[in-house]
């Protein structure tokens, strides 16, 4: 379907959005589309360079008449979320992305679609090779690892930008003005447990909880929707407090900005209590089902007899990572009290793998407060401190202060009314945004943040609007037209 992906309007920026989504990139693992921008711009001829880190910055002349116009930086980031449905066989390390047309959407088949933050990188690339698009002086700066680690801004140096004013193309709803974003902060907690050798006499079964909707930990916290981390640690809790039940694995979840759709877990039990586990899934199952009607609703638990495999967790352990699980925070933690329906702090937790006596749990703890931020995460180490886990904090960063004054702010605004007929709503997003960390370096460019429909961003449900990109597209044009002079 990648043809009629190209046919679309407009065809020079779906068409980069096609060729992008050929190149494998993962973040952390950006070699080749670095190459592949490194080369885009070197084919035009204009001054292209990739510093230290990987981040590929490319600057072009204004147009003429244009040159008197305050510089401008467009910013998006070259890696995206590899995501696929379990039964999609995918090679994200070697293959395109499968995309597929439906309606007035284009999403892919099984996976992540790449257009977060694909289209805005599309966006500069057309802008970059056009040769009848009135711009000023213009640079184009694409990050790497901004999914996992914001690690291309906080990497970036200062001096190597002259831009005044940054248009961020990161955004998710085409109404929107994004002016501030949350910080965030990596939490992981990690150790050892005893194994024992599996009892005899007990049969084993496999538990799986899949179907939930996913979706990006940020955007998506304030939705309801179910973490199937916190589902499958809920079951196992009630199956354990109710009968003598080994737990043999568990493994659930996986990146850190997805909410976790599926979650699966291995356990042990006599024959005799087969019928109470089974009454118990059916019974805290179909709650689960029932809870989730609204925002899950091909919620699914599955209990289905499998070999009995490898060990099991020493009995006083199992209590142990249950309970800690348990009183782990998830979710909304604190809304903003001074932004009307603004979530101020919350946690994903993403990942917890407990398998061949090492265990493993991933959290991402958001905030548009550095301080509460950093308590909600020793709340979370607290939970799993009191077990014996290690405890570390990476990849934070820091949240994007509001300035709803700022010039960008009120030229966009008002040119969204005029070209539109309605009133764009400027607001500050939960989710990581780059400008909060490239404005240490730059601390007095300008920046907003802006971009088309994208729906489902982290999971194989991602869907970008393609009605939406043509209006994005006609107000980013119009936007540079109306870039004031340097005066």
Same mark, same amino acid.
């Given at each position: 379907m990648s043809n009629a /992906?190209?046919?679309q309007e407009p065809k020079a920026l779906w068409n980069n959005f096609a060729d992008l989504n050929e190149v494998p990139r993962a973040s952390k693992k950006e070699e080749q589309v670095i190459a592949f921008i490194k080369q885009f711009g070197e084919s035009l001829n204009l001054e292209t360079m990739v510093d230290h880190i990987g981040n590929v910055i490319i600057k072009k002349p204004a147009t003429a008449g244009m040159e008197d116009k305050k510089i401008i930086v467009l910013q998006s980031h070259l890696d995206m979320v590899h995501q696929k449905n379990n039964d999609t066989n995918f090679d994200f390390d070697t293959e395109g992305i499968k995309m597929i047309i439906d309606g007035d959407w284009i999403k892919a088949d099984g996976t992540t679609l790449g257009a977060d933050n694909g289209i805005g990188v599309a966006s500069i690339m057309t802008l970059l090779a056009s040769t009848d698009i009135e711009h000023p002086q213009m640079e184009a700066l694409f990050t790497i690892d901004e999914e996992t680690g914001m690690t291309g801004a906080l990497e970036l140096k200062g001096g190597l930008l002259d831009a005044a004013i940054m248009l961020n193309l990161d955004t998710?709803?085409?109404?929107?003005?994004?002016i501030g974003c949350a910080g965030g902060v990596d939490v992981t907690a990690t150790g050892e447990y005893t194994q024992?050798?599996? =009892?005899?006499?007990l049969q084993s079964f496999k538990i799986t909880i899949k179907g939930l909707s996913g979706g990006h930990s940020g955007m998506d916290i304030? %939705?309801?929707l179910g973490n199937a981390n916190k589902l499958m640690n809920r079951l196992l809790t009630e199956i354990d407090k109710s009968m003598d039940v080994r737990i043999h694995w568990i493994d659930g979840g996986g990146l850190r900005n997805a909410i976790p759709r599926e979650s699966v877990a291995v356990v042990g039990i006599t024959s005799d209590g087969i =019928?109470?586990?089974e009454n118990i899934v059916s019974s /805290?199952?179909?709650?689960?089902?029932?809870?989730?009607t609204t925002t899950d609703e091909n919620l699914e638990v599955v209990l289905e007899p499998v070999d009995i495999i490898g060990k099991v967790l020493d009995s006083t352990f199992q209590k142990q990572i249950l309970r800690s699980v348990y009183a782990c925070p998830s979710g909304i933690y604190r809304m903003s009290p001074d932004v009307d329906d603004l979530v101020q702090t919350s946690n994903n937790l993403a990942k917890v793998l407990v398998k061949d006596g090492k265990y493993e749990v991933l959290c991402l703890t958001r905030s548009s407060v550095d301080t509460e931020k950093m308590d909600l995460a020793q709340a979370i180490s607290s939970a799993f401190e009191l077990i014996g886990a290690s405890v570390s904090y990476g990849g934070d960063? =820091?949240?994007?202060? =509001? %300035?709803?004054?700022?010039?960008?702010v009120h030229l966009m605004k008002g040119l969204y009314s005029e070209m539109f007929n309605e009133e764009a709503h400027v607001y500050a997003c939960h989710a990581g945004l780059e400008c909060g960390i490239l404005w240490t370096n730059y601390p007095e460019m300008e920046m907003i943040s802006f971009g088309p429909n994208i729906r489902g961003a982290h999971?194989?449900?991602?869907r970008v609007q393609i009605s939406s990109v043509q209006k994005y597209w006609s107000f980013l044009l119009e936007t540079l037209k109306r870039i004031p002079s340097k005066k």
């Open positions: /992906v190209r046919n998710e709803d085409d109404d929107e003005l994004t024992e050798e599996t =009892p005899s006499g304030h %939705k309801g =019928p109470s586990l /805290v199952g179909g709650n689960l089902v029932d809870e989730h960063y =820091p949240g994007w202060t =509001p %300035k709803p004054n700022a010039g960008i999971s194989p449900d991602e």
